[in-house]
């Protein structure tokens, strides 16, 4: 059957005939480990799906959010909905790029590491979150050293303990309050990485997909500490949709994809509703669910090759700011606002910030990510080159 390998290009197998039938063999879908990813086209529309996601969450957090619409608040000092209504509007649905971010970080990651060994994936891993990481903490820090008076400075062990990116996972507050997203990242990178080393096929990713999606469903009811630690209910659904999307997008559509990622926004929706009630208080179920299903169709879209068109080089650019942008943004772009919130229009001074922000993000990219990232894969490559042959020699 047609196939679609990672980058979007569709191929199509041609059969061996079988010795001494003289006719081809029954058509199967792949069951070994893929061993390597073929090339073909870049998704440039998931690039752009991935900033506007970014967007959404700084414009969210800079004029949507309930703290920002309380009185006397430290950031604006006065309700931002009295400040500009239109812009609080539409800004209190900007939270949903992170349940944005997750559905594409499932494809992603399960298209980039198609192929790969688990070696290749945790090397992959460190060099794509750590760099910017950590100089969004330096720079984080620095600015709410030099501007205090809205943000609780950490102390500095729990500043170093966020280098390592596993503080949610000692009870150590974040640096910056976006950064809760990464620690679910890191859980499912961690799961993941289970089918990784076992080779990544169509079964078994269908197969994770089920299994851990059971284990969503029962964590909140099992109380059972560690499976709702590892299982992560509030976001797993949100991955696994996009590991669907992405075997629709290689293999094709197929009964079984539909109904993964029918329950996926059926459990979203759900997941959607309780982030309403419990953390957002600002913005309603239907909204929410709305422009949530209107990414989802557009996801679709791109598994099933109807963006294939879009390729516009600018995207990718477009799309390497995403992660600086975000980490970025949050505790050092509130205590801007709070130093500058009488020197010019509120519309005009958070346009200003995303403007700045998205340069910084380019220069970060540029001047850091490509260097560290470059540095830590090729000191990465020699350790794990010289763990294969220390382990070669003790055998002989």
Known sequence: MPMRDAQGTLSIPVPEVAVGTGRPPRPTRPRGPATSVRTGPRLYAIDAIRLLAALMVAVHHYAGTRRVNQPDNAIWDRPVSEIMPTVFHFATYGWIGVEIFFVISGFVICMSCWGRTPRQFFVSRVIRLYPAYWFAIVFTTAVLAALPGVWERLR??????????????SGVQNVDGVYWTLWAELRFYLLFLLVVVTGLTYRKVVVFCCVWGAAAMLAPVASFPLLDLLAGPDAAWYFIAGLAL????????????WGILAMSWLMGQRELGQRIDEVEHVSSWRGAVLLYTVFLLVMIAIALGLTDRIRWKWLVTAGSLTYPLYLMHYAAGTTLINRLRDTMDARLLVASLLACFLVLSYLVHCCVERPLAGALKRGLDTSFARMRNAGRADRE
């Open 156 to 169: 500095p062990r729990d500043v170093l303990l966020n280098l390592t990116m596993l503080q949610s996972g």
């Open 246 to 257: 992405y075997l629709m997008h290689r293999f094709g559509q197929d009964l079984l994809l």
